[in-house]
């Protein structure tokens, strides 16, 4: 087995991933909890690494670069923002170290807008580091779903600007907080392709219907009846045709779109993107994160 | 004092309203509560009323009719209802008669709508019989904003078509639910007017960024400072505009919008009309109700 060289963590508000990487970027080891910035600020990051640094054995020499909410003014160290346009290369030269810790650990800061449209990426930015590499040629827009999707307008490795849409969260509010709960109470796993691909395109075409087409999951099973499970799907389809119509802003651009996503998002989103005609280059965003980590590593520590 | 001769009720899913009224419509007594559909059905729709008709001091023999949730089927008896288009005369006539109680007591039907955009409404149709009245001239589009707003599309006498915009819900969601209720954490009643003129025209003006204007109160708080009252604004002016591009749908109608709506929601959509150059007569909602129910007391008892 290969030496480890750091260790890499995407540390996000909910959600904690460490990985143990060697100097060729093999992962030699991988954690996962749910101990997010929220969980570890009540009982301290330093503990909550530690524990997951020793379940890898990891060498007390070895250095941590972080990226995430664990550099929030509410995270751990106050990591501060590069501004749009903010390249990706300054992301990497204003890493802050963590103090007063044997080992060297240091956080990514991460990227504000802050004009007309203010907006803040923590996470994303090294995200983008991984999926498109500093060299970025050309322009492209990247859609980056989740609790809080991300559109960004890059321009080489530069992000130019961004917006975000709080589509995921906007679901679990709705279908948990709202008359909607009644219909999709008791929903099961089963997927309902038509009822998403019809409510992504009422919404994408017609998205200041918003508020009426999600009534319409309630007061459609009431007339028509229908399943819970169709019932989140039109839920979900209409919160991301609605992202999409205005992630898009009326047109596609025509330096191409990519979105970076795993999983179960990543199968929703390339859906609706299909839906809607519109063609995009997925990357999947669990590497992506790994692989920003693992630059920003080699260009702090020469690893 | 003049001698009472029915009763009448707008039962709505969370609020209870009772008057007591004499033959020339004048108010004798008037009860309010929250024990609305959801308390009523657990305590019992029959006991709710009789505590409330005991203090106004309702002979026996004095009739009652009632309007909105309480003939829904969750409600205490199912009172249907009537298809679009939907002639407001014919809501008159298909009153149900609660069985098996001693004085005569009507629960008049809700209004659905059962094409491709399905639609329900239970007590505005009432309010809409107040408000327009049942020999209304030419076509208007009506405005009832709440919880659940209608917007309903009147030619003459006839509900032609409507639809809901959950604005309320949504509000009290996105408000409790989501990141932004740290953004409104703390708000007092002071109203910051400019803050929700700003966000009704966002919304009004491009409605697919609605995801996005959402996060910006929380963005916008973080980047650039904003009070806790403002952010609340800023929530509410979103998705009133929202509503308002959606319930316009890209145009303002020859024929004139009504606005039915009582104290802070009348406030709030007067603003919001104003705000996007829209004029709009206004008509209050509670007196509105009160004399749709009147209008179908003096057709089924000649009171």
Redesign the interface.
């Known amino acids: 087995m290969s030496e480890a060289a750091y260790v890499a963590v995407d540390w996000g508000t909910s959600s904690f991933r460490l990985w143990l990487i060697d100097r060729a970027g093999k992962v030699l080891g991988e954690r996962r909890s749910d101990e997010g910035m929220m969980a570890a600020g009540k009982v301290g990051f330093a503990a909550v690494l530690q524990s997951h640094l020793d379940a890898v054995s990891a060498a007390r020499s070895l250095p941590v670069i972080i990226c995430g909410m664990a550099g929030a003014r509410q995270g751990w160290v106050e990591a501060g923002y590069v501004d749009t346009p903010a390249p990706l290369a300054s992301v990497l030269k204003q890493a802050v170290t963590v103090p007063g810790q044997e080992r060297d650990i240091r956080i990514l800061p991460g990227i504000?807008r802050?004009d007309k449209?203010?907006?803040?990426m923590r996470g994303e930015e090294t995200q983008l580091l991984g999926a498109l590499g500093l060299d970025a040629a050309g322009d492209t827009l990247v859609c980056m779903p989740g609790t809080?999707?991300k559109w960004v307008s890059m321009h080489g490795g530069t992000v130019e600007r961004f917006?975000?849409?709080?589509?995921g969260?906007?679901f679990?509010?709705?279908s948990?907080?709202?008359?909607l709960s009644h219909a999709v109470a008791g929903a099961d796993e089963a997927q309902d392709v038509d009822a998403f691909k019809s409510a992504v395109i009422d919404a994408f075409q017609?998205?200041?219907?918003?508020?009426?087409l999600?009534?319409?999951v309630r007061?459609?099973q009431?007339?028509?009846g229908g399943t819970a499970s169709a019932a989140r799907e039109k839920i979900s389809g209409t919160?991301i045709g609605?992202?999409l119509?205005?992630g898009l802003?009326?047109e596609v651009p025509k330096a191409g779109i990519t979105l970076v996503a795993s999983g179960r998002l990543q199968t929703l989103y390339q859906l609706a993107f299909d839906t809607t005609a519109i063609s995009v280059r997925t990357i999947g965003a669990e590497e992506a994160v790994r692989r920003g980590l693992s630059m920003a590593a080699a260009a702090i520590w020469s690893v």
């Open positions: 504000a802050r449209a203010p907006d803040v809080h999707s917006a975000t849409f709080m589509t969260e906007l679990g509010a709705v948990r907080e709202t008359i017609r998205p200041a219907l918003t508020a009426n999600l009534f319409q007061s459609g009431l007339l028509h919160l609605l992202e119509a205005g802003a009326g």
